[in-house]
């Protein structure tokens, strides 16, 4: 009896210790599924949030696209209401209002517009070019004179004929003034020593001749001249455009005394067109179109 009772004693001994190690296998089955579960979710979680922000990085550079767009739009329109809007006329800013750097940079700015400047930019002058005739600008509109003096900062003087060194009369023709002075160094800092001459029907009749009325009320009697000074880029422009006249021509410079030509708007550009040249032996010869 009492081996049997042992025996039974280690047979349930045996059933619950089988028991156990079942029951903790199935914690630990449970735990891991617990973990699993976990790990798989956190994973969908992660997904989840990287392919909300890939939308959201989408969407962005879409709205970035759409205004990047809407901008090029915009601009293109922009410059097509200005190509088809009549230019402005710019008024030319009060007599030494600007610094010399300022000034170079709007100047600048406007002889870049030049239908032609990309040739003159690449230029060179050389020794077999000759001398440069004078370019003369046949513009008659007061307009388009305010125009050219205000985009390419021109400077009408106006002085005594027999004696230039008294002084000069600065005109700010735009306003209507009269500015007498003696500072020639301020001409120097700012202007080539060539200059522009002005005759023919702009002195007796437009906004030249009005402001050669004001400066002999206080220049009193004897000759005047007018003359138009230029900034030293917009001379060699002109001196580089006389040149190429008389090439186009087939004419040598030193036979040459004046190359006439009109500065006028093109588009939202300029164009300096040549229409003839005047010979030194009285000749005047039409400039062809183009030139």
Same mark, same amino acid.
């Given at each position: 009896?009492?081996?049997?009772?042992?025996?039974?004693?280690?047979?349930? /001994?045996?059933?619950?210790?089988e028991l156990a190690r079942e029951a903790e296998l199935q914690r630990q089955q449970e735990?891991?599924?617990?973990?699993?579960?976990?790990?798989?979710?956190?994973?969908?979680?992660?997904?989840?949030?990287?392919?909300?922000?890939?939308?959201? &990085?989408?969407?962005?550079?879409?709205?970035?696209?759409?205004?990047?767009?809407?901008?090029?739009?915009?601009?293109?329109?922009? /410059?097509?209401?200005?190509?088809?809007?009549?230019?402005?006329?710019?008024?030319?800013?009060?007599?030494?209002?600007?610094?010399?750097?300022?000034?170079?940079?709007? @100047?600048?700015?406007?002889?870049?517009?030049?239908?032609? $400047?990309?040739?003159? =930019?690449?230029?060179?002058?050389?020794?077999?070019?000759?001398?440069?005739?004078?370019?003369?600008?046949?513009?008659?509109?007061? =307009?388009? *004179?305010?125009?050219?003096?205000?985009?390419?900062?021109?400077?009408?003087?106006?002085?005594? #004929?027999?004696?230039?060194?008294?002084?000069?009369?600065?005109?700010?023709?735009?306003?209507?003034?009269?500015?007498? %002075?003696?500072?020639?160094? $301020?001409?120097?800092?700012?202007? =080539?020593?060539?200059?522009?001459?002005?005759?023919?029907?702009?002195?007796?009749?437009? /906004?030249?001749?009005?402001?050669? %009325?004001?400066?002999?009320?206080?220049?009193?009697?004897?000759?005047?001249?007018?003359?138009?000074?230029?900034?030293?880029?917009?001379?060699? $422009?002109?001196? *580089?455009?006389?040149?190429? %006249?008389? #090439?186009?021509?087939? @004419?040598?410079?030193?036979?040459?005394?004046?190359?006439?030509?009109?500065?006028?708007r093109s588009g939202t550009g300029w164009v300096l067109s040549m229409e003839l040249i005047? /010979?030194?032996?009285?000749?005047?010869? &039409?400039v062809g179109r183009g030139t």
């Amino acid at each position: 009896l009492q081996r049997q009772q042992e025996l039974a004693r280690e047979a349930e /001994l045996q059933r619950q210790q089988e028991l156990a190690r079942e029951a903790e296998l199935q914690r630990q089955q449970e735990l891991a599924r617990e973990a699993e579960l976990q790990r798989q979710q956190e994973l969908a979680r992660r997904a989840e949030l990287q392919h909300q922000q890939e939308l959201a &990085r989408r969407a962005e550079l879409q709205r970035r696209a759409e205004l990047e767009r809407q901008a090029e739009l915009a601009r293109r329109a922009e /410059l097509q209401r200005q190509a088809e809007a009549p230019p402005q006329p710019v008024t030319p800013p009060p007599v030494g209002s600007e610094t010399v750097k300022d000034r170079d940079q709007r @100047v600048s700015k406007s002889i870049a517009l030049l239908d032609d $400047y990309r040739e003159f =930019a690449v230029s060179q002058r050389t020794d077999t070019d000759g001398p440069i005739p004078a370019l003369l600008l046949s513009n008659t509109d007061d =307009a388009e *004179w305010l125009d050219v003096i205000g985009h390419f900062d021109l400077l009408p003087i106006a002085y005594r #004929t027999r004696d230039p060194q008294k002084g000069y009369f600065a005109l700010d023709v735009a306003r209507g003034d009269v500015i007498p %002075t003696t500072d020639f160094d $301020y001409l120097g800092a700012r202007y =080539a020593q060539n200059a522009l001459q002005v005759s023919g029907r702009p002195l007796r009749k437009g /906004l030249f001749a009005q402001a050669l %009325t004001a400066v002999r009320g206080k220049a009193g009697s004897g000759e005047l001249t007018l003359s138009l000074l230029c900034p030293p880029k917009f001379m060699a $422009y002109l001196n *580089w455009k006389s040149l190429k %006249t008389c #090439t186009s021509m087939g @004419v040598a410079s030193k036979d040459v005394a004046a190359c006439h030509g009109r500065l006028v708007r093109s588009g939202t550009g300029w164009v300096l067109s040549m229409e003839l040249i005047t /010979l030194r032996d009285g000749r005047r010869l &039409r400039v062809g179109r183009g030139t």
